[in-house]
């Protein structure tokens, strides 16, 4: 069971990315071919495509947080000792566990709303609930990977070991 929680912590992301991306590629090769072949087109793969999109940004944003590689500043932290790095990185999961807990709240709302009153997708018209859920997904994700972000930073500090900065894009 241990192994299992590990692969899943390690790459869940990863294979909910890849299952969004082919999903994504595969309907708008199809609707592509349809429209330039047949010269007919359907409204419910411009819908799984758009939604695929929703999903893959929201998850995607919880694998950056997971992996420290979301944008951020960091010319600052090349001048100062571990521990005020460790603080500020601590800092900055605070702010944004913040921000994502009242992302959370609302989005949660906007999707109540949905279920409450039945709206329904215009071409797949299935109920939009399924794809408003994207939105607090990700952030329920996000808020997930900063507390997990935060107690290796807190153990990290504590014991002495400079703070996970994750890839950089440009060194």
């Known amino acids: 069971m241990q192994r299992i929680l590990e692969a899943l912590n390690k790459n869940a992301e990863r294979w909910a990315l890849l299952v969004f991306y082919v999903m994504l590629v595969v309907t708008m090769f199809v609707e592509v071919l349809r429209r330039e072949i047949m010269s007919y087109s359907s409204i419910w793969g411009e819908e799984i495509v758009r939604y695929s999109f929703i999903y893959l940004a929201w998850i995607g944003a919880a694998a950056a947080v997971r992996e420290r590689g979301h944008i951020r500043i960091d010319v600052i932290l090349e001048y100062v000792g ?11 999961d605070l702010v944004m566990f913040g921000v994502a807990l009242v992302a959370l709240y609302w989005s949660f709302e906007t999707v109540l709303v949905s279920a409450k009153f039945g709206s329904v997708t215009h071409g797949l018209r299935i109920s939009q609930v399924w794809f408003l859920s994207a939105v ?15 107690i290796r930073d807190v153990n990290d500090l504590r014991h002495g070991r400079p703070v996970f900065e994750g890839d950089k894009l440009f060194d």
Do not use: E
Request: net charge positive; proline share 8%; glycine share 8%.
């Open 82 to 92: 571990p521990r005020v790095k460790a603080a500020l990185y601590i800092f900055g």
């Open 136 to 150: 607090p997904i990700g952030f329920a994700l996000v808020i997930f990977r900063l507390v997990q972000s935060f």
